[in-house]
């Protein structure tokens, strides 16, 4: 299977706080995305990394990308409490993918205390 | 604003009820949706892949004569759920991307489905 593993599978912090999400993969891959899924709604995409990059930001937000460890992590710095929800790791797969397919992670289940 | 549009977000129904739910992308043409199943508090699990003008292609253990999906357009894609039963009450959601290399998926808001 080509899903990815993140941990850990729930994380409790304060505001104000940094939340660190790490997800690994077992196939070669064409890119790396992260999304976030608010209760009973459907996923937003928050980052694409591509398999030749290493480090992207945007926002609050760092990804970082190790295609020789076959992993991944996502940063939130300065967590809100409107952060809580759910993060899922996906990988768009290597050519013997159909296109467009993403491979999820189990996600990880943040929740920011006020 | 939203780039895929999901109809309806919940639908109550009593068993034997079939069930049409509705995927369409509203900023770009999409040859392939794709539908999802999520069980509370686990991830998504792919039902299957729509494609236009051609048969849906269901990843394993999913029964086709129970979700019939139709892509009759390349802005429209239904999931038909059949004879729906208790079970088949989950969390479905579709999503699309545009058609070019490294793009991320855009997901409809889903839709609970309750079986009575």
């Known amino acids: 299977s080509q899903q990815g593993e993140e941990d850990p599978q729930a994380l409790s912090i304060q505001e104000g706080e940094n939340a660190t999400m790490n997800c690994s993969y077992k196939t070669s891959i064409n890119n790396l995305q992260w999304y976030r899924q608010n209760s009973g709604r459907g996923l937003v995409h928050l980052i694409l990394?591509?398999?030749?990059?290493r480090e992207k930001h945007s926002g609050r937000l760092r990804v970082t990308l190790d295609t020789s460890k076959k992993s991944s992590s996502l940063l939130i710095t300065a967590s809100r409490a409107a952060d809580t929800a759910s993060y899922f790791c996906?990988?768009?797969?290597?050519?013997?993918?159909?296109?467009?397919?993403?491979?999820f992670g189990r996600g990880t289940q943040l929740t920011v205390w006020p | 604003g939203a780039v895929v549009s999901q109809h309806p977000s919940r639908v109550i129904c009593k068993s034997g009820t079939s069930v049409k739910i509705e995927c369409r992308s509203l900023d770009f043409q999409a040859t392939t949706m794709f539908w999802y199943r999520q069980f509370p508090k686990q991830s998504l699990m792919l039902m299957a892949t729509s494609n236009e003008g051609s048969k849906a292609t269901y990843e394993q253990g999913v029964e086709k004569d129970k979700f019939l999906i139709n892509h009759a357009s390349l802005t429209l894609s239904t999931l038909t759920v059949t004879s729906a039963h208790p079970e088949d009450s989950s969390f479905y959601i579709c999503?699309?991307?545009?058609?070019?290399?490294?793009?991320?998926?855009?997901f409809g808001d889903g839709t609970r489905l309750s079986i009575l």
């Open positions: 999503s699309a991307r545009y058609p070019f290399v490294d793009q991320p998926q855009h």
């Open positions: 990394i591509r398999s030749n990059e």
């Open positions: 996906a990988t768009d797969g290597d050519r013997g993918s159909t296109l467009g397919r993403l491979y």
